[in-house]
């Protein structure tokens, strides 16, 4: 009996290490499958609940995602990282105040993340809470103002003003998601949005422009590019517009 149990162990833990390097090829569904197997035998470990959860989040399959951070956190409650994967899952799964309460864990933890600060903006924003999601935003912006987050903090900051009415500070926003990276489509789009909504529509129109000529099948680009110009009169114009949006699936 002792030595079928060392070769079930032995079993595990080649499981357990096949599973790591699946992971770290981004073999994720082949990694969750050499883990479940390495599960059979071998406790839980932190390591093993985490890294699964995060391979199964990126396999689409949030509820067993969740699951499996959640049993990470048992173990390891203290995780600032686990709580941040686990907010991203549920904001995911459009459980906006759980999120919003796993960021709150991981930020007591790690104050100075910036990408946690944008995911407990996102989850605030759904939730309606504006004025929440952008001084989020902002927190965001200052632990990292330049870079992949602090664009998304701006351009995410944008966009909770605008639904405040602010819609100059969101076009400032977006003007500063744009300086940091002239070639976001998001952006564009966003601050045409805005210009549109004051009226400013040749100014839309030239951002929409922008977005599309970055990205040409950015189909709510094409949408938004059609109605500004519907808005100008230009009604040949609008109807190309809506037409290419149309034949993108929008």
């Not at 809470?129 to 200052?142: D, H, I, L």
């Not at 400013?200 to 590019?225: D, G, M, Q």
Request: with cysteine; net charge negative; proline share 2%.
């Amino acid at each position: 009996m002792i030595k079928s149990k060392r070769i079930g162990i032995n079993m595990s833990e080649d499981e357990n290490a096949k599973a790591e390097i699946l992971y770290a090829q981004g073999n994720y569904e082949e990694a969750v499958l050499a883990w479940e197997k390495a599960e059979d035998v071998l406790p839980h470990s932190f390591t093993q609940c985490f890294k699964k959860g995060k391979a199964l989040r990126k396999l689409g399959r949030y509820d067993e995602a969740a699951a499996a951070l959640e049993m990470a956190l048992l173990l390891e409650p203290n995780n600032a990282n686990a709580w941040k994967a686990h907010a991203l899952v549920c904001s995911q799964m459009d459980r906006n105040a759980e999120a919003a309460v796993s960021c709150e864990k991981a930020l007591a933890l790690d104050p100075y993340n910036a990408r946690t600060w944008i995911v407990r903006g996102f989850a605030l924003h759904q939730l309606g809470q504006y004025e929440k999601a952008v001084e989020s935003y902002a927190r965001a912006v200052e632990c990292n103002p330049l870079g992949a987050d602090g664009r998304r903090a701006w351009n995410n900051r944008g966009a909770a003003l605008d639904n405040l009415h602010r819609h100059e500070e969101a076009i400032e926003s977006y003007e500063e998601a744009l300086m940091i990276d002239p070639f976001d489509i998001y952006a564009w789009n966003n601050k045409g949005v805005a210009l549109g909504v004051l009226a400013r529509h040749e100014e839309a129109v030239s951002c929409f422009l922008k977005a599309i000529k970055i990205e040409p099948e950015y189909a709510t680009a094409w949408k938004n590019l059609g109605l500004a110009y519907q808005s100008l009169h230009r009604d040949h114009e609008a109807e190309e517009a809506f037409a290419r949006a149309k034949e993108l699936g929008l």
